[in-house]
């Protein structure tokens, strides 16, 4: 599933092609794609609208249109294309953008996980999928103080509140693993049980890391491409996902894998103790 930083990449790949154009009709060849409005709405209402910017919030995609924001969350294997409309429709493709200048936008999705909503300019952020997302993981957004006041009294795993959106926007599986280990906290320690200085840690390494990812494009595992197809360059510095097994880059201990929150999840049982 693409997290932060790889819907990150998908953003800038579509901010160079698409403010501007506008779209002329929309196509739903698969209308469970669309969550709300119902997808003849939702198409009527594009027509028409012109594409001024692309923002990102956490994992989902947001289309600022002239009148209404399209909200996009790509799930497991949604993508976005930009082809000319005598290009052959990809086998997948579920909704088509017609726009000006004979091109359009795609939406292929494999598993058609993938959701889209369409909700007003005015307050964006006040759509049910976006209203309790937590503070993007940034220096300028998220404190210890924050984080602090989500983990006590929480007894999930430490590492099942990094996948709540609502501690922090964006996180998934993967920077989950990596941010423990660059934080040394063992991925199923109870929330509640994190100390002060572990707090700061985690903080910080969840600022880092992310910021990091960010600015290699991404990771790049299956078939996760931005909207030209380039990928990002993160998995070369994973240091515990996918690492099973292999040696600690800090300490030499193999790298172990365990089940955290029903997810796959890496650590090293030396930097990463239970307590
Ligand atoms: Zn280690």
Known sequence: MPELPEVENVKNGLLDLLPGKVIKEVQ?????IIKDPAANIFSRQLAGQTIENIG????????Y???????SHLRMEGKFRV????????RHTHVVFKLNGEEELRYLDVRKFGKMSLTSRVRPFEHPSLVSLGPEPTADKLNDKWVSQFLQNRKRAIKACLLDQTLVAGIG???ADEILFDARIHPSRPAYSLKQEDISRLTKSIITI???AVKSGGTTIRTYANAYGDSGTYQHNLKVYGRD???CTRCGTRIEKIKVAQRGTHFCPLCQPAE
Do not use: H
Not at 28 to 32: A, D, G, K
Not at 83 to 90: K, Q, S, V
């Open 56 to 63: 990102r919030r956490g994992k989902f995609l947001l289309f």
């Open 245 to 247: 097994q292999a040696a």
């Open 28 to 32: 739903v060849l698969w209308p469970n």
């Open 210 to 212: 992310m910021d990091k």
């Open 65 to 71: 249109l002239s009148d209404y924001v399209l909200i």
């Open 83 to 90: 082809e000319t409309t005598d290009t052959p429709l990809a």
């Open 173 to 175: 599986n993967i920077y």
